[in-house]
């Protein structure tokens, strides 16, 4: 599949190439919230994230004539963030080891862990700034490789695909990695947001992803 004739992007993008510059940032403004996210679902640092971006944003203007539309552009943008990031961490030599083993992880047969009660979290709680904290505090502690695919499906919204594209992985293992994202998030979470509030102000409220 190729650029497609007649999509803005495409005009954009042809525009772009023939000389007028100055609209590149109409391209990428609707993903700069997008790759600042996964920048920082990296390396958790807001000035770092930041550089990253603006790095990408860079690159992605260097290289905007070999973009042939295989996948969306802000899904190429978002791989050039991420591979950008990426090169950050290991440069830096900050990133903690993974050792998820990618053959046994793409083929593996997923159990859900027993979570009786998971549901139950206070709804109140969840209008309080200090839950919007725990939240982001909660995705920060997932390993690189689950923060990642949380941040571009659950945060961002891209589907399956795009983010599989973005992440230079398997549909398969996407779902895998999300679905063992969840449960840690519901397992960090639920204990906490239960303590945020009085049980009598707890309300029945079902995850976005249930």
Same mark, same amino acid.
């Given at each position: 599949m190729g650029l497609v004739a007649g999509h803005p992007e495409t005009e954009l993008i042809a525009s772009i190439l023939a000389g007028e510059r100055d609209r590149f940032h109409d391209l990428i403004r609707p993903y700069e919230r997008r790759i600042y996210l996964t920048a920082f679902s990296v390396v958790k640092n807001e000035a770092e994230a930041e550089d990253i971006v603006q790095e990408a944003v860079l690159r992605a203007y260097r290289k905007l004539a070999s973009f042939r539309g295989e996948s969306k552009f802000g899904t190429w943008?978002?791989?050039i963030t991420l591979n950008e990031a990426r090169l950050r961490l290991r440069r830096s030599k900050s990133a903690l080891t993974d050792s998820l /083993?990618?053959?046994?992880e793409d083929g593996a047969?997923?159990?859900p862990a027993v979570l009786t009660d998971w549901r139950e979290v206070p709804l109140a709680a969840l209008e309080r700034g200090e839950i919007r904290l725990l939240l982001q505090e909660a995705i920060a502690s997932l390993p690189e490789t689950f923060?990642?695919?949380?941040?571009?499906? /659950?945060?961002e919204e891209m589907n399956v695909s795009e983010t599989a594209q973005a992440l230079g992985i398997s549909?398969?293992?996407v779902k895998v990695r999300l679905h063992r994202a969840r449960l840690m998030l519901q397992?960090?979470?639920?204990?906490?947001?239960?303590a945020?509030?009085?049980p009598e102000r707890r309300s029945r409220w079902r995850w976005p992803w249930s």
């Open positions: 943008l978002t791989a /083993d990618e053959r046994t047969e997923v159990t923060r990642e695919v949380v941040i571009l499906r /659950d945060m549909i398969s293992l397992k960090i979470l639920v204990p906490k947001l239960r945020a509030i009085k």
